[in-house]
């Protein structure tokens, strides 16, 4: 049988010989399609239909105010009527939710900011008994300045016009 060289390594009629080097491990993940880079990596509409889940998780909560006391602060019904929750981004891997919301009065923007990071467990403990996921992502909570933003245009068309 004759022997070729491939990639490093030596083909052999039906048998492939995998080389002594570092590269073997690398030509054989990509043989097999175990590596497939970052920018070439398919992310899928999973993870927004689970940030749409959580989402709806967050906001049904917020809207039924059906959140444990928490020493030293007022009550949720202070907050959580002012609270809407815009949008979330997930991680593609799953493990961190960033979820935007906007707040009616902006001088209770970062009292809103406060009360949903206190709430954070409780988020998480809903999300978990309503998902069927292997891991809880992590919650972040931001707010949202796009109808601040979309103020600043109106202005400025308003006032070229």
């Not at 497939?36 to 989402?55: F, L, N, Q, S």
């Not at 981004?89 to 935007?100: C, E, F, G, Q």
């Not at 009360?115 to 809903?126: D, G, N, R």
């Amino acid at each position: 049988m004759t022997q070729q060289t491939f990639l490093g390594g030596s083909v052999c009629g039906s048998c492939y010989h995998e080389p002594s080097t570092e590269w073997g491990s690398a030509f054989r993940m990509i043989r097999l399609k175990l590596f497939v880079p970052a920018k070439k990596r398919a992310i899928g509409k999973r993870p927004d239909r689970i940030a749409t889940h959580i989402r709806e998780c967050v906001s049904m909560a917020l809207r039924r105010d059906e959140f444990p006391a928490l020493p030293g602060r007022l009550g949720p019904g202070n907050y959580s009527s002012q609270i809407t929750i815009t949008y979330a981004k997930l991680s593609p891997d799953l493990r961190h939710a960033t979820i935007y919301f906007s707040v009616l009065d902006d001088a209770t923007r970062i009292e809103s900011l406060d009360f949903l990071k206190a709430q954070e467990p409780y988020f998480k403990k809903l999300i978990a008994n309503r998902m069927k996921l292997r891991f809880i992502p992590s919650l972040s909570f931001e707010i949202d300045d796009t109808l601040d933003k979309s103020r600043k245009i109106d202005e400025l068309l308003k006032g070229d016009v």
